[in-house]
Nanobody
Framework: VQLQASGGGFVQAGGSLRLSCAASGSIFSINIMGWYRQVPGKQREKVASITNSGATTHTNSVKGRFTISRDNAKNTVYLQMNSLKPEDTAVYYC????????WGQGTQVTVSS
């Protein structure tokens, strides 16, 4: 499995961004896809996940602001991020979990106050 993430950038507080993660390769082996984020000096934190059946989870700090979704026809997972806060600033990583766990390259999200 290969993952290509995109959509990060710089935005002011209250703004929105949408991250995309396109999967290729042995996508049939993927059970769950998700997004994590990491800031320097801290552990990588789970943000949201979505199963093959569409069940989703969102960490408490993003509930009501972020939404994970998937387009199976495009083998792509999205993270719609609204009402962004400076504390959302991080490198965001896409992950695919199946027989193996595959990480995409990080995409930087910077939210200014």
């Amino acid at each position: 499995v290969q993952l290509q993430a995109s959509g990060g950038g710089f935005v002011q507080a209250g703004g929105s961004l949408r991250l995309s993660c396109a999967a290729s390769g042995s996508i049939f082996s993927i059970n769950i896809m998700g997004w994590y984020r990491q800031v320097p000096g801290k552990q990588r934190e789970k943000v949201a996940s979505i199963t093959n059946s569409g069940a989703t989870t969102h960490t408490n700090s993003v509930k009501g602001r972020f939404t994970i979704s998937r387009d199976n026809a495009k083998n792509t997972v999205y993270l719609q991020m609204n009402s962004l806060k400076p504390e959302d600033t991080a490198v965001y990583y896409c992950v695919a979990i199946g027989r193996v766990t595959t990480w995409g390259q990080g995409t930087q999200v910077t939210v200014s106050s």
